[in-house]
RNA sequence: GGGCGGUUAGCUCAGUUGGUUAGAGCACCUGCCUUACAAGCAGGGGGUCGCAGGUUCGAGUCCUGCACCGCCCA
């Protein structure tokens, strides 16, 4: 026979494995062969048109790692895996983002320390950390180290962190290429944040200037827009009497009553009759009795407290525009500590119309902090000799009306944030907002509706982009300022650095042209001791991972990217920043591809998070379940959907780990001639397997990778392992018929292969342990990871079958027997003296061609078909079960 | 107040351009230790698709309004 000479398909020894699959043992081991392989590692030689780019999410070296993370990294890492088996050659770095705030405060806390930049540093600093079991009121004072000393400890707290990301990466089986790593605060990134600052400030787009900032007084640091947020606070409306200049008076409202000393104007709405006569006169304000503009302005709501208002430098973002708009006096009351400053009634730009009763109730308040003066100056408000006008009632009106209302505070803080002017750095966007938008519209988001996000942030974006802080452990502006006769800062006569001096600290590092011993000195110079806001760095990603403007630098191999992962809170800041260095450095965009990964939920639909106490640890998670079943738990949520966290998912993941190992002994294990795929049924079969691996290729191009494994999986259980493999399991081992018999192995192999591929960036250890059985040796492809992804081409050769319906029909028949045999009670394997299948003429005849298959999955000796109701089914069965004989 | 998303079985979710009787898994009930798999198999019950209108021969799907949940912004 032509099909037996070609040879023989030897079975596996399945007794040399072992009954269960073992993913603590598996795991470890697959992952140290891909390893050897060295099949995640990037090629530099080969052009862009074959490498995949994936802009990695550095994470926070925050020391907490949680489920979402595993969650929204197995996604990306799904479509790597894609995009490897379809030959691309990939580039999937991963950062470590361990510069900045959440670093500092974990020093902070771990080793009970503050930083002090002007101390010096101690080479021989040993601190010990803190028990961590210790309340925070019988811990002793921290210790105050030097910024130096402060940076050694963060770099020891991060790389602990890094150590642990690292093997939570691995054991989740992440494709990575650890060549490929960096951390964002290491020599690269900060070289790269300072060549970033150089090319903007060539072009440009970065201008300094002292002005009203949003300032967290607790972290004493500007903060940018990105990361405000409003919090629903208790606030009181406090009524308050001022009088005119023409010895009238009116009634403000206001809920920073501890303001009053920062009055700088007094505004209603134009059209507020109440009010129109009293534009372009002086207001005098109670307790100090400074006498201030009043000005009509649109912003002003007549519905509002009394319709009239004060407007402070400052209370909030309005007073700030109002303050620029009128050119109303700066009286800042507020210092960077968010204590209430010294001030002295009388001097210039602090008129008072009676300086010695503002100078005794301004006393009262110096070095409080904001609310402790609040509560002085409401009471010195009640006083009617702190009246606007001599001999005057008490100014506050009645009690003060509690109000719910929302305050801005910085993510990070705890403290409302204050307007305060000080000098910081920003970068001009403003005027750039058409083309972020635009180069918004040339990215595609997944899923589409995260574009209008962007576009919606965008648009409303309010400020230019604040990068300067006040903090310790981060990237150093370039840039020193020669200092005058008197030693100050000329802040217009700003000294850059060099590009070949990157990465450089101006606090250490001599300004060109000068002696080191000049810093500090009159006529010589001093570093700006400020540093970026650390998404100056991380929106840098794409430039880091290229190496932008290094040796070896590879912008035009990988540049612009073709993927961003990463989660939808954070479109403002890191998506929005990246899009933004881009356009000014490149004028492109970063990336073609944002896939945005939701959040885990816990069961009450809450975010998950670590205060809640409701996080499940993802290491516990991996080695209860294996990485597998965590990935198809991760695998099976859409892009963009948040995902209520449910356990459940991990045992539905274990348990197809578990049928991908038996389904692959059992197939592996059949023997019998090797020949080609004739069988009308193993036809139809190829034929149905053909049109999923067309939907899931679609599926993963459109990085819909939950709808591939979805499809996958309801092939493989129902149409792979209940049906074909039960309908050729008797002819697979037939004697009497070669041909069918080398068929339907030749399927079953076909069809085992084939789902593999599609299953391995899902389960990569199960799928790769069955591949090395046998597909290994045969395809020359040493891991799954590096076969190709499957192709309908590849089934070319296999005639169609003669009716596209046969594999369904066979499927509706045996699931009639099965019914049958449910029915009465009978187990499935119970041989049947005599099974007759009804349903129309038409089905009948064409279940003709697969009936002997359906004959034996029933265990039939004979089978008949008559024509007949089927009771709303395709087909039913009347069965007649052997007697067994009793035992 | 503006923008975006969601609301489908007890739970978690699919449901492609409108088209037979709305699906899956889990849970539940019944039967079966069947020569790959009891971590299994077979069968079954369970849904007024958030509410109210509208378009259409036909609406879970399109339109309008409303309610509730969530996120972003002011």
Redesign the pocket.
Known sequence: MATTDRGWVKPID?SALP????PEEAEPRWRAHWDELGIHRYDPSRPREETFVVDTPPPTASGSLHVGHVFSYTHQDLIVRYQRMRGRNIFYPMGWDDNGLPTERRVQNVFNVRSDPYMPFDPDLAVDRVDPKTKPRDLPRPTVISRRNFIDLCHIVTAEDEVAFKGLWEMLGLSVDWNEEYATIDHRSRAMAQRSFLDLYEKGHIYQVEAPTMWDVDFATAVA??E???RERDGAFHDIEFATEEGGSFVISTTRPELLAACVGIAAHPDDERYKGLFGKLAISPIYRVPVPIFPTELADPEKGTGVLMVCTFGD?TDVQWWREEGLALRQVLGRDGLIVDRRYGDEGWESNDPELANVNYAEIVGKRVNQARRIVVEQLRDPANSAMAGGDAPLQGEPRPIKH?V?FFEKGDSPLEYLTSRQWFVRLMDKKDELIRMGRQIKWH?A??G??Y???TE?L?LDWAISRQRYFGVQFPVWYRLDDQGNPIYESLIVATPEMLPMDPMSDTAPGFAESQRGQPGGFAGEPDVFDTWFTSSLTPQIGARWGEDGDKMDRLFPMDVRPQA??I??TWAFYTIAKSLLHHGDVPWRNVVLSG?I?D?D???MSKSRGNVVTPTGMLEEYGADAVRYWAG???L?????F?E??F??G??L???IY??G??VL?QEGPEGEITNELDRAFIAELAVLVD?TTRAFDEF?Y??AL?ET??FF??AF???Y??LV?RRSRSEEDPEGRASAIATLRTGLNVLMRLFAPFVPTITDEVWSWAFAGETGHRSIHVADWPSSAEFATVPAPADAGSFALACDAI?AV??A???E??????PLTSLALSGTAEDLSALARVINDVRDSANASDIGVTEGDAG?ERFAARIEAEVQAAD
């Open positions: 399945v009954n269960r699959f073992e827009q990105a405000v947020e409003d973002q929302a801005r899923p509706h995260m209008k996000r576009e919606n942030w409303n309010q939808h809170d479109i403002r959040w939920l069961p639909r809450k975010k099976s949520a859409r963009g959907a948040d995902t209520a449910d459940q998912v045992k539905v274990k348990r780990v578990t049928k038996n389904a002994k059992f294990s939907r819909e939950s709808r979805e999986e309801t259980w129902s392992t209940d049906n493999l039960e399991k699931t099965r019914k045999k449910t029915d009670g009978l187990g499935m394997g119970r709303g």
